[in-house]
């Protein structure tokens, strides 16, 4: 039996599957970054540098509306979720351009090492 695999298809599935992230978070972080193209200008992040606190305290703002019960942005009428996506994608691509200004207090800070310890997955016998 001889292969059947098509050589683009060899190729193809060494690349980032794309096809994994799901169309939802495609269709409303796009509404959130049209929602913003017409209130900061499209691509702004990309024209110039970024702080990474803006966005952090961004993503935090829209995940404690969340938490405390809020869906929907009342401002734009986008899930919350769309907003932190949106977020997190411009601090990825500014970082990746090299627009991305890290201006967070000195680090390590302690955050991850106590995340760590008080995880309960990882103890035994429970």
């Keep these: 039996m001889s292969d059947?695999?098509?050589?683009?298809?060899?190729l193809g599935a060494k690349k980032p599957p794309l096809h994994l992230v799901a169309p939802v978070l495609r269709i409303w972080v796009s509404k959130v970054f049209e929602f913003s193209a017409r209130k900061y200008g499209p691509y702004n992040w990309?024209?110039?540098?970024?702080?990474?606190?803006?966005?952090?305290?961004?993503?935090?703002?829209?995940?404690?509306?969340?938490i405390d019960g809020e869906w929907v942005d009342p401002e734009t009428g986008i899930p919350h979720a769309a907003?932190?996506?949106a977020n997190v994608a411009i601090l990825l691509d500014a970082a990746e351009q090299g627009n991305?200004?890290?201006?967070?207090?000195?680090?390590?800070?302690p955050a991850p090492g106590l995340l760590k310890k008080?995880?309960?997955s990882k103890k035994k016998g429970g």
């Design 4 to 10: 059947q695999t098509n050589p683009k298809d060899m």
């Design 118 to 120: 008080l995880d309960e």
């Design 83 to 85: 907003h932190v996506g």
């Design 46 to 66: 990309r024209e110039k540098k970024v702080r990474k606190s803006i966005y952090l305290d961004a993503i935090c703002r829209h995940t404690d509306a969340m």
């Design 100 to 109: 991305l200004i890290d201006d967070m207090p000195w680090r390590p800070g």
